[in-house]
């Protein structure tokens, strides 16, 4: 049977390259980068190239990269470390309706701890943020505001440069971070002009290993120290032994994505807008989120998310994945949850229409035959379920 992977949002395949690079940390350059003999410090020289690597990336100074265990790490130190250490200006943080599960789970998590949270006004449909939505949600005791910078779910681009400059004109000390997971490799980031001062990026959306990431700090700002203690790994900042084989291999991930960025996105684009042109066609398909083919900037380029009146999107996912087409009901963190999609909710969609929903997001690996095979056994599945459904059956 035929096999077609629709979920780089998920998790991506580990590039050879990279796999060969975690393997060689593995089994020859295996040591404790803490040590000081030279089996430690070529450990140690494989974390602090990756450092660079992972910084060029984004425009940033290695100085400013600390390794963690994957975004989610990444997203609930950046809240925890701003809000603990500028309690001396207040307990207000604003974050937007459909940030990732990492960020909204941890601001809940901060309510229960005595402060407050502000959920800022997003568009209808699109999920975009405009400037005087954010300005009018700040108070003078607002300490931190997260933006993600591109959903994980419908593909939103938010200008996050915009945002972050209108946000620091009106109060210069604010913190401003951005969850980049999504972005990282498909959409160019610059830390200096984007003028954020924390952002979360991930190894395994960029075809690198899994459990690694990294969270930017920029110099200069009062931040407190990661969520471990026990070490003086990362400068002091995260207690424990790295995870040298991913940190290497994140590092060259890291790098060939950096190369291959424009590239990247101009093949996941081709693939996904000729997935739409195939399914939109259909009866009571309808697309969630930014249209691509209006503003191809304001949406990532190799997303995809669908609503099909009157079939269930689980449904729709299994006889998919019978069919050897993967793709995902939402977010891959919470997809075991049977709760519609907070991110279309958030947008304006209702609850049959968020749980008809199904995400299909293109990558390297995705030829044009895969996307037509993809269009056709989705076309086959809706109409197979659609009978299944017909009353009088």
């Not at 471990?228 to 994140?250: L, S």
Request: aromatic letters at 6%; glycine letters at 10%.
């Amino acid at each position: 049977m035929r096999t077609v992977y629709c979920d780089h949002a998920a998790t991506t395949r580990c590039h050879p390259e990279v796999a060969r690079l975690v393997y060689e940390f593995l089994t020859e350059h295996y040591g404790n980068p803490s040590s000081i003999h030279a089996v430690g410090r070529r450990a140690r020289k494989g974390v602090e190239e990756a450092r660079a690597q992972v910084a060029a990336l984004i425009g940033a100074q290695p100085g400013e990269i600390f390794f963690t265990s994957g975004g989610t790490e990444a997203d609930n130190w950046a809240l925890r470390g701003a809000m603990a250490a500028n309690r001396a200006k207040g307990r207000h943080l604003i974050i937007s309706p459909f940030e990732h599960h990492a960020v909204l789970d941890t601001a809940e998590a901060l309510v229960r701890e005595g402060y407050e949270v502000t959920l800022v006004d997003v568009e209808p449909g699109t999920g975009i943020i405009r400037p005087e939505a954010l300005l009018a949600a700040m108070r003078p005791d607002t300490v931190l505001i997260s933006i993600m910078a591109v959903n994980n779910e419908i593909g939103t681009v938010q200008d996050i440069a915009a945002l972050c400059a209108a946000a620091k004109a009106k109060d210069p000390d604010v913190i401003f971070h951005t969850d980049a997971v999504q972005a990282a490799g498909y959409v160019p980031l610059d830390v200096k002009a984007l003028g954020v001062d924390l952002l979360s990026i991930s190894s395994h959306k960029i075809y690198g290993p899994k459990g690694v990431g990294a969270l930017y700090v920029r110099k200069g700002f009062r931040f407190g120290p990661g969520l471990t203690t026990g070490g003086g790994q990362e400068r002091k900042m995260r207690a424990g032994t790295e995870n040298v084989p991913g940190i290497v291999g994140f590092g060259l991930a890291a790098e060939i994505a950096a190369r291959e960025l424009e590239r990247r996105a101009a093949h996941a684009r081709a693939m996904r807008d000729r997935f739409l042109r195939g399914v939109l066609a259909i009866e009571g398909v309808r697309l969630n989120g930014v249209d691509p083919f209006v503003h191809p900037e304001l949406r990532h380029p190799g997303n995809a998310n669908v609503s099909v009146d009157g079939i269930e999107g689980e449904a729709l996912l299994l006889r998919l994945d019978m069919a050897g087409v993967y793709a995902s009901s939402g977010s891959a963190c919470t997809s075991g949850s049977l709760q519609p999609s907070h991110v279309l909710l958030a947008v304006g969609c209702s609850r049959e229409e968020a749980q008809s929903s199904l995400r299909f997001s293109f990558g390297e690996e995705n030829t044009a035959e895969d996307v037509d095979y993809a269009v056709e056994q989705f076309i086959k599945s809706v109409e197979f379920l659609r009978k299944l459904a017909a009353p009088g059956r």
